[in-house]
């Protein structure tokens, strides 16, 4: 059974920058398409970014574009987002999450498998 546990959250400031973890367990990543996504207080889980397994990429509008950056190490079984530039409006609980399939998207119900979160808060 696929786990993920994601890390890297924290407060920065206006402008900063974060690296986001997913640590995968329990089997591979290999096969996996993964998708970070993001849910502020208030509003629904909105699609950030995603990669398939052959490593294609896929930003979604309005939730970083330009200022995130999805990778994945299947040698170590991760993957991560770097985000810069950071907004206030981007202050969320961020997820990543797995689907055994060969390509992604921004739908969250096309996700199996999700860690339970880590909070991002930019703030002054």
């Known amino acids: 059974q696929l786990q993920l546990e994601e890390s890297g959250g924290g407060s920065v400031q206006p402008g900063g920058s974060l690296r986001l973890s997913c640590a995968a367990s329990?089997?591979?990543?290999?096969?996996?398409?993964i998708g970070w996504f993001r849910q502020a207080p208030g509003k629904e889980r909105e699609g950030i970014s995603c990669?398939?397994?052959?490593?294609?990429?896929?930003n979604f509008a309005d939730s970083g574009e330009g200022r995130f950056t999805i990778s994945r190490d299947n040698a170590k079984n991760m993957v991560y987002l770097q985000m810069n530039s950071l907004i206030p409006e981007d202050t969320a609980v961020y997820y990543c999450?797995?689907?055994?399939?060969?390509?992604?998207?921004?739908?969250?119900?096309?996700?199996?498998?999700w860690g339970q979160g880590t909070q991002v808060t930019v703030s002054s």
């Open positions: 999450a797995a689907d055994h399939a060969w390509s992604c998207g921004p739908v969250p119900s096309g996700y199996e498998f």
């Open positions: 329990g089997t591979s990543l290999d096969y996996y398409a």
């Open positions: 990669i398939s397994v052959s490593g294609e990429k896929a």
